[in-house]
């Protein structure tokens, strides 16, 4: 990850939590707005949803610690960061497996899966009728991965990233302040 991206990701985190935290007594006040969900769990593919798994986001409207598990081809993938949640946009950062890899030559074949940091900004809404069934979509980028070679570790180039998933939201009330589909 380079400097831009951190520091790319630490502006739109601040800006965020900014009108979170100015928007939060708007909200609470509404009276379609019911209780707050602390756990959104999805179901997808991409570095976010550990290539091939499940999504967890444990915080606030879908604000905080993410957690994947999955599996590609055989291996068990794993994506852990955070993300930040505003209405229907989503940030997040995360050290994630994002990509399967496999080399073969005359006396040597490796294969295995490239993990790096992955930054990916996208889209989050719920099904109209439906508040606590959500989409969501995803694009960024990823680097940092190695791969084994016969002669040692190579550095990998940064890859553009897509990530979607379909997942549910777990609360008591239903969460207008996502967007709608």
Same mark, same amino acid.
């Given at each position: =990850?380079?400097?831009?991206? *951190?520091?790319?990701?630490?502006?739109?985190?601040? *800006?965020?939590?900014?009108?979170?935290?100015?928007?939060?007594?708007?909200?609470?006040?509404?009276?379609?707005?019911?209780?707050?969900?602390?756990?959104?769990?999805?179901?997808?593919?991409?570095?976010?949803?550990a290539?091939?798994?499940?999504?967890?986001?444990?915080?606030? #409207?879908g %604000?905080?610690?993410?957690?994947?598990?999955?599996?590609?081809?055989?291996?068990?993938?794993?994506?852990?960061?955070?993300?930040?949640?505003?209405?229907?946009?989503?940030?997040?950062?995360?050290?994630?497996?994002?990509?399967?890899? $496999?080399?073969? %030559?005359?006396?040597?074949?490796?294969?295995?899966?490239?993990s790096?940091?992955?930054?990916?900004?996208?889209?989050?809404g719920?099904?109209?009728?439906? $508040?606590?069934?959500? =989409?969501?979509?995803?694009?960024?980028v990823? #680097?940092?991965?190695?791969?084994?070679?016969?002669?040692?570790?190579?550095?990998?180039? %940064?890859?553009?990233m897509?990530?979607?998933?379909?997942?549910?939201?777990?609360? %008591?009330?239903?969460?207008?302040?996502?967007?709608?589909?």
């Amino acid at each position: =990850m380079t400097r831009f991206h *951190f520091y790319l990701f630490v502006l739109s985190f601040c *800006f965020a939590s900014h009108l979170q935290a100015q928007n939060s007594d708007s909200l609470a006040s509404r009276k379609d707005f019911g209780s707050p969900s602390y756990l959104d769990l999805s179901v997808g593919l991409g570095a976010n949803h550990a290539m091939l798994g499940t999504k967890a986001v444990v915080g606030y #409207n879908g %604000s905080g610690l993410l957690l994947a598990l999955g599996t590609y081809k055989g291996f068990t993938t794993t994506s852990i960061g955070l993300q930040l949640c505003y209405k229907s946009f989503f940030v997040s950062y995360a050290k994630a497996d994002y990509s399967y890899y $496999e080399i073969e %030559s005359p006396n040597f074949y490796q294969e295995g899966i490239l993990s790096g940091n992955v930054f990916l900004a996208g889209l989050k809404g719920s099904f109209r009728g439906k $508040e606590k069934f959500f =989409m969501q979509l995803g694009f960024g980028v990823a #680097n940092g991965g190695e791969r084994k070679t016969q002669n040692g570790a190579k550095k990998d180039g %940064s890859y553009v990233m897509l990530d979607f998933g379909l997942g549910y939201r777990f609360g %008591s009330g239903t969460l207008s302040p996502y967007g709608a589909f």
